[in-house]
């Protein structure tokens, strides 16, 4: 029933920058949270970064500083501005809408930070 859907991920060089939009079909206030995670080949998917219905933002430690979660509530969408990337961040990225305990998955973005 809801639709997540991922877009802004491409090849970029180490120390560079992209950002990651997510777009879900009904408003994100309809959210207990919007989360941005991503998963490396053979490795857990991990949280990256959360807003919370009320705008409360958090970091996984490694980002903080360097990436920055925001959002546009009239277009239903969720950012992921991330700044100087590393090598082994490399992965496909995920943005999470979490309503009522359920998860609601987008299909990914791939991102690629490679020289």
């Known amino acids: 029933q809801v639709q997540v859907v991922e877009s802004g991920g491409g090849l970029v060089p180490p120390g560079g920058s992209l950002k990651l939009s997510c777009v879900v079909s009904r408003s994100i206030l309809s959210f207990s949270s919007i989360s941005w995670y991503r998963q490396a080949p053979g490795e857990e998917r991990a949280l990256v970064a959360a807003?919370?219905?009320?705008?409360?933002?958090n970091y996984v430690d490694s980002v903080r500083g360097r990436f920055a979660i925001s959002r546009d509530v009239a277009k239903n969408m969720v950012f992921l501005q991330m700044n100087a990337l590393r090598p082994e961040e490399t992965a496909v990225y995920y943005c999470n809408a979490r309503r009522d305990g359920n998860d609601n998955w987008g299909h990914g973005t791939q991102v690629d930070i490679s020289a």
């Open positions: 807003i919370t219905i009320g705008g409360y933002r």
